[in-house]
């Protein structure tokens, strides 16, 4: 029986047979041609190209060229493909003597932590053999696809399943980078739905045709499904070598982001205020206790920071319900105190951990200012900006430290950020989760674009905060985008456009 749970932890997805046939039909254009899967597992691309030579051309049967290898090997013989074609071997055991016309592919989704160092190594060498300078932090299938450019013959293709971090990851942007030149033609479909079990991985369907070709075209499209209609957008060079790649298929929103901040006072987020990640523990569980649990294990009040530790939390526009959670700060001069909980930590190898070892003594958190706000790392539905007065939080909540703003200014930055204008952009430059949930980094944060001013706006932000308060985000968005449509003279058109692409950012990520 097959062990789902193993399958899971070594990123074993078996490629479902209608997405396989979708990858491989484009790549059988002729016969004769040589097809290589590196990752074949149970079979299903090499099923799918022998399916489809036998559609295309039923009176040339004698021969099959198919090739595989898997380190373990689901079924010895695949239908009409020879067993000798089929080699048991790790891919990147597998000579690169081995040429071929099309190569197919559907790598393990393994993540980088989860790599064993030794393999690390031999993946170092690869990228000095390929002349690459890679992000350490690349997951296993970047890897399978460079090795797989060493197995090609001049013009041959890659069909490729991969993750959506291809089009986002910040590793993914020097291998997107050099691919670019290599192959005629670059073609992406990025779908939303879920097409393997047990997964919430986005995937990209990607073709590389003509090998050691200059590039002349680069197409990309997003779908829900295969059997959606599919408008591609053909991207240029600086599209393909940004930091990632999201459009709407109507609008430049590069260009729409850009007019909001040339022509209606609009800026980034970096000119008004400055980002910190929440505090990093290292080990949440021994340092994060709920009020009669620190109390039991003898801390005082002022031995305790009130602690954010879930953007759940955070419902409304100002920080007024008081955290559950209180960081323990256990100060050296006070160790003898707690010398049984700190034992405890050790029993528990936490002043072994990374973050412990940065520290002067590894289990005192010092005290840090409180930050003026806080904004979602992660978001589901809408993200916003929350104000706060005197509580901190964990790294799952970004820190805001706003650059001398008057409290209006502070409340038309929080506005507009909430306005059509700023979501567009905090959608455009943040990532997305399998499951749709933004990922929203300091770096995206700091491009989104925000306005301020000193005008009083205390009615309308009474207004928007109530929505907000009452779960009615979309309410809190329309309010907040014609307040900012009206203050700044913005044209309908403008705003229809902005709020047309947002719609259909916020509809993609959601798989709506």
């Known amino acids: ?68 290898c898997d380190i373990n090997l689901i079924n010895k013989k695949i239908d009409n493909i020879p067993q000798t074609q089929l080699y048991k071997t790790d891919f990147f055991q597998f000579p690169e003597s081995n040429k071929y016309n099309n190569i197919i592919m559907n790598p393990p989704y393994v993540r980088n932590r989860n790599i064993d160092p030794e393999i690390k190594k031999q993946f170092e060498k690869l990228l000095e053999r390929n002349e690459l300078k890679l992000n350490k932090k690349s997951d296993l299938w970047v890897y399978f696809l460079i090795k797989a450019l060493n197995h090609l013959h001049n013009n041959g293709n890659i069909g490729a399943i991969i993750p959506w971090s291809f089009l986002q990851a910040g590793y993914s942007i020097n291998l997107r980078k050099w691919l670019y030149g290599k192959f005629e033609e670059i073609k992406v479909i990025a779908l939303g739905n879920n097409y393997f079990n047990d997964t919430d991985e986005r995937i990209i369907l990607l073709w590389l045709k003509n090998f050691e070709n200059k590039t ?59 980002i910190r990640i929440g505090i990093v523990t290292g080990a949440n569980n021994y340092f994060i206790k709920t009020l009669d649990e620190a109390k039991k294990i003898g801390f005082q009040t002022n031995q305790l920071v009130s602690i954010y530790t879930s953007t759940k939390e955070l419902t409304q526009l100002n920080t007024i319900q008081t955290p559950k959670k209180k960081l323990l700060i256990i100060h050296p001069k006070n160790e003898e105190n707690f010398i049984g909980y700190i034992n405890i930590g050790i029993n528990e190898n936490i002043h072994l951990r990374a973050h412990s070892k940065l520290r002067d003594s590894w289990y005192y958190i010092k005290k840090e200012k409180h930050p003026d706000a806080f904004f979602h790392y992660r978001s589901m539905n809408i993200p916003f900006l929350i104000f706060n007065t005197k509580y901190q939080c964990t790294n799952s909540i970004h820190r805001i430290y706003f650059k001398s703003l008057t409290d209006n200014e502070r409340k038309w930055v929080q506005i507009s950020l909430l306005s059509a204008p700023g979501l567009l952009s905090l959608e455009r430059y943040s990532k997305i989760y399998g499951s749709g949930v933004l990922k929203i980094e300091p770096g995206a944060l700091y491009k989104s674009i925000v306005y301020k001013c000193d005008d009083n706006i205390d009615s309308e932000y009474e207004q928007i905060s109530k929505s907000i308060s009452n779960h009615k985000k979309d ?14 003279n913005i044209p309908e058109d403008i705003i229809d456009k902005t709020i047309d692409s947002l719609s259909e950012f916020r509809a993609r990520r959601l798989n709506r």
């Open 1 to 68: 029986m097959e062990n789902k749970n193993n399958n899971k932890i070594n990123g074993v997805y078996y490629t479902p047979p209608t997405l396989a046939n979708f990858l491989v039909e484009p790549l059988v254009y002729q016969f004769g041609l040589t097809f290589f899967d590196p990752a074949y597992g149970n079979g299903s691309l090499l099923q799918a190209t022998e399916k489809i030579l036998y559609q295309k051309f039923p009176y040339q049967l004698n021969q099959i060229f198919l090739f595989g």
């Open 216 to 274: 002349k075209s680069i197409s990309c499209s997003f779908a829900n499904n295969l059997d959606d209609h599919m408008s591609f957008k053909i991207l240029g060079k600086d599209d393909w070598e940004s930091e990632s790649i999201n459009f709407s298929k109507d609008y430049n929103v590069d260009e729409i982001v850009k007019e909001y901040k040339s022509k209606y006072g609009f800026q980034e987020f970096r000119e008004v205020a400055d």
């Open 475 to 488: 309410e809190a968005v329309d309010l907040a985008t014609k307040l900012i449509k009206s203050k700044l």
